[in-house]
């Protein structure tokens, strides 16, 4: 399957700041890409989709202005997390497909601490 | 909306013993239905899919039917091996595209030799 990758995978930042995470495919090109989250014990909840050339789908509930997806290139998508608050802290994970039909092939998450 | 329930996890079992995780959707239409494997420190995999009523999906010795009569679709496994350990999600799709995926909340399964 393909490879993808995600930077960082950890990281703490204060509470007010904003912080940047990348999602890279690292051997294929992605027209789709999604971010989810995931709370501890819980499943995974759809964030948003983009596809390549134009602006992300937010899911309802999802607030387009704290979470800035940038689709950059057909090999990389950032989620930056805006202001951060403690109940950001989470773990972020992305998801890449080639086109319609094609498998969704996921990245190995960031986890976010807010303090 | 859309939603899949899987069993409650943690389950631990014994190398070679049989395993069963339960999952059952509630769905408009034709789901498609998914088992994804996370392995420590990896992304979700796709295990194994099914696209219509009574497919059977298998990969690596798991199966899981797709029953519409009980909207379910539990994963099986006739003889685990320590290296299954790993968090597994029942995810289902909208038509039959690999497209937005609704996810249970995964089941932690470990195996001890």
């Known amino acids: 399957g393909a490879v993808v990758s995600q930077h960082p995978s950890r990281v703490i930042c204060k509470s007010g700041t904003s912080v940047k995470i990348e999602c890279r495919s690292l051997d294929f090109q992605a027209t789709t890409m999604f971010w989810y989250r995931q709370f501890p014990k819980q499943s995974l909840m759809l964030m948003a989709t983009?596809?390549?050339?134009?602006?992300?789908?937010?899911e309802q509930g999802v607030e387009k202005d704290k979470f800035l997806i940038n689709h950059a290139s057909l090999t990389l998508s950032t989620l930056t997390v805006t202001s951060a608050h403690p109940e950001d802290s989470s773990f972020y994970i992305c998801?890449?497909?080639?086109?319609?039909?094609?498998?969704?092939?996921f990245g190995p998450g960031t986890r976010l601490t807010v303090t | 909306g859309n939603s899949v329930t899987q069993m409650e996890g943690p389950v631990t079992l014994s190398e070679e013993a049989f395993l069963t995780i339960n999952c059952t959707y509630t769905a408009t239409g034709y789901p498609s239905l998914f088992w994804y494997v996370q392995y420590p420190g990896e992304g979700l995999q796709l295990l194994l899919k099914?696209?219509?009523?009574?497919d059977k999906g298998s990969n690596k010795g798991f199966e899981a039917t797709y029953r519409k009569e009980t909207t379910s679709f539990h994963l099986e496994k006739g003889s685990v091996q320590v290296s299954d350990s790993a968090v597994y999600f029942c995810?289902?799709?909208?038509?039959?595209?690999?497209?937005?995926?609704?996810f249970g909340q995964g089941t932690i399964l470990t195996v001890h030799p």
């Open positions: 983009s596809n390549e050339g134009s602006k992300a789908t937010y």
């Open positions: 998801s890449l497909k080639a086109g319609a039909g094609y498998e969704q092939y």
């Open positions: 995810a289902l799709s909208r038509g039959t595209s690999y497209g937005k995926l609704t």
């Open positions: 099914a696209t219509k009523a009574d």
